[in-house]
């Protein structure tokens, strides 16, 4: 079993930046992808990044706009996102997730593990 430990959400301001960090406990997760989701109140699940087992493939939501980046250190089990212009539609609880295989994918279903979550909350 893997268990995520998500940190970095907090309170901030519109146009502010964050970083979020996810530890694995256990080094298996250097071979699977990593990637982040986020879920906002009364909305579904909904796929944000994800990044391949050695950083060499990263995917995104278009509805990004490039504003977001993914990152990972294998050497300390820990997959990042960095939020910049951050807008109050980016208000949810952000979720890190490990995969099934070692590129990402975009469907909920491609995801093994996943962290309690870490909650992001923007301003107008």
């Known amino acids: 079993q893997v268990q995520l430990v998500e940190s970095g959400g907090g309170l901030v301001q519109a146009g502010d930046s964050l970083r979020l960090s996810c530890t694995a406990t256990?080094?298996?997760?250097?071979?699977?992808?990593m990637g982040w989701f986020r879920q906002a109140p009364g909305k579904d699940r909904e796929f944000v990044a994800g990044?391949?087992?050695?950083?060499?493939?990263?995917i995104y939501s278009d509805s990004l706009e490039g504003r977001f980046t993914i990152s990972r250190d294998n050497s300390k089990g820990t997959a990042y996102l960095q939020m910049n212009s951050l807008k109050p539609e980016d208000t949810a609880v952000y979720y890190c997730?490990?995969?099934?295989?070692?590129?990402?994918?975009?469907?909920?279903?491609?995801?093994?593990?996943w962290g309690q979550g870490t909650q992001v909350t923007v301003s107008s």
């Open positions: 997730a490990v995969g099934l295989r070692s590129h990402p994918t975009r469907e909920t279903n491609g995801w093994r593990y």
């Open positions: 256990r080094r298996t997760s250097t071979n699977n992808a």
């Open positions: 990044i391949s087992w050695n950083g060499g493939s990263k």
